[in-house]
C-alpha cells in the first residue's frame, strides 16, 4: 500500500514565476491538506480539501491555490513565487480530515 | 506568544537516557499530534490523543487538558531517535493543525 507522495521532490524557480505540486493521498484517504514549512520553523497549514472543495485555509495569500481531483489527488499552484516562498512544502492526507495525518516526503522549492 | 509553546527547543541526551519533551498550547483544542522529522523533511506521526495517555514501545504520550500541556517520553533513549519531534493541535471544529516549532534531539552513543 503506497503512502502519501509528492512531485517533484526538488524544484528550482526564479522571482515571478509559477510552480505546481502535485500530492497522491494514502489509499482509502479523502482529504489532503497542504502544509508550508520554513527553515527551522513548523509548518505551516496552506489548506484543506475534501471533495473537490477547499474546506479550511489559513493565512496565505490568494497567490497560493489548490485543487483536489476525482481520484483525491491534489494540486497546490503558487504564481508570482516570491523568494520568500522558498521552502519545504508538505502535504498529509487523512480520512476525513480529523483523523491521524499522513504525510508526504514533501517538495523542497528554492526560489532564486 | 505562538499559540503552541515547546521546550526545550534543543536537547542532547547520552544513549539509554528518559527524554522528556513538552509541549503547551493557549487554545482549546480536539486532538493533540506528537511528529517526528528526520533530517531531510519526512514526517511520521507518532500519536494522536485527545486525553490521557498513550504507548508506542519506547514512547509515551500524556495530555493534560486542563493544564493545556502535553508530553512526550522516550525511555532508553537510542542514536536513532535523533530527530526533530514537533506538537501540533487541532482546535474545536478546525480542521487545520497548528505546529509548534519543534524539539531538535540528538541522542549520542
Known amino acids: 500500500d503506497a503512502g502519501v507522495t509528492q512531485s517533484p521532490t526538488h524544484l528550482i524557480k526564479t522571482r515571478g514565476q509559477q510552480v505546481t505540486l502535485r500530492c497522491s493521498p494514502k489509499s482509502g484517504h479523502d482529504t489532503v491538506s497542504w502544509y508550508q514549512q520554513a527553515l527551522g520553523q513548523g509548518p505551516q497549514f496552506i489548506f484543506q480539501?475534501?471533495?473537490?472543495?477547499?474546506?479550511q485555509r489559513g493565512n496565505f495569500p490568494d497567490r497560493f491555490s489548490g485543487h483536489q481531483f476525482p481520484n483525491y489527488s491534489s494540486e497546490l499552484n503558487v504564481n508570482a513565487l516570491l523568494l520568500g516562498d522558498s521552502a519545504l512544502y508538505l502535504c498529509a492526507s487523512s480520512d476525513g480530515g480529523t483523523g491521524t495525518q499522513y504525510f508526504g516526503p514533501g517538495t523542497r522549492l528554492l526560489v532564486l | 506568544k505562538n499559540e503552541v509553546e515547546q521546550s526545550p527547543q534543543n536537547l542532547t541526551a547520552q544513549e539509554g537516557e528518559f527524554i522528556t519533551i513538552n509541549c503547551s498550547y493557549s487554545v482549546g483544542i480536539s486532538a493533540l499530534h506528537w511528529l517526528q522529522q528526520h533530517p531531510g523533511g519526512g514526517i511520521v506521526s507518532l500519536f494522536m490523543?485527545?486525553?490521557g495517555k498513550k504507548k508506542h514501545g519506547r514512547l509515551i504520550a500524556t495530555i493534560n487538558i486542563q493544564e493545556k500541556h502535553s508530553s512526550l517520553h522516550i525511555t532508553a533513549s537510542h542514536p536513532r531517535d535523533s530527530a526533530v519531534y514537533i506538537c501540533a493541535v487541532r482546535g474545536g471544529s478546525n480542521y487545520k493543525l497548528t505546529f509548534g516549532k519543534g524539539t531538535l534531539l540528538t541522542v549520542n552513543p
Open positions: 480539501y475534501y471533495e473537490e472543495e477547499e474546506r
Open positions: 490523543l485527545s486525553s
